[in-house]
Nanobody
Framework: QLQLVESGGGLVQPGGSLRLSCAAS????????IGWFRQAPGKEREGVSS????????NYADSVKGRFTISRDNAKNTVYLRMTSLKPEDTAVYYC????????????????????WGQGTQVTVSS
């Protein structure tokens, strides 16, 4: 059974930092492109960041560029999203997703490119 489990969400003050983790089971993550997506109430799901199977390529939405960093540790079968300088508008449920190994940068933040999804973790940025 292929599963992705997000963790690390919670309540953080504006300007604070948080690190999300996406742990895979049932498959080896090193064969997959991984994306992070988020969905706020009343908003469409938004691609946040992605990383190629090897970690050589990354992509970020303009809204998070310079503030968020995606990384992966294939030995631990885990992908991370470090979020800094958090803003209230970052508040959302964050999902990780696994897609094909072949990485196309322009498609890597498109939800339809991904096959497996986690259940999400809530991130709330508020004072």
């Amino acid at each position: 059974q292929l599963q992705l489990v997000e963790s690390g969400g919670g309540l953080v003050q504006p300007g604070g930092s948080l690190r999300l983790s996406c742990a895979a089971s049932g498959f080896t993550l090193d064969y997959y492109t991984i994306g992070w997506f988020r969905q706020a109430p009343g908003k469409e799901r938004e691609g946040v960041s992605s990383i190629s199977s090897s970690g050589a390529s990354t992509n970020y939405a303009d809204s998070v560029k310079g503030r968020f960093t995606i990384s992966r540790d294939n030995a631990k079968n885990t992908v991370y999203l470090r979020m800094t300088s958090l803003k209230p508008e970052d508040t959302a449920v964050y999902y990780c997703a696994a897609g094909p190994k072949y990485y196309i940068n322009s498609y890597s933040l498109v939800a339809g490119m991904y096959n497996y999804w986690g259940q999400g973790t809530q991130v709330t940025v508020s004072s």
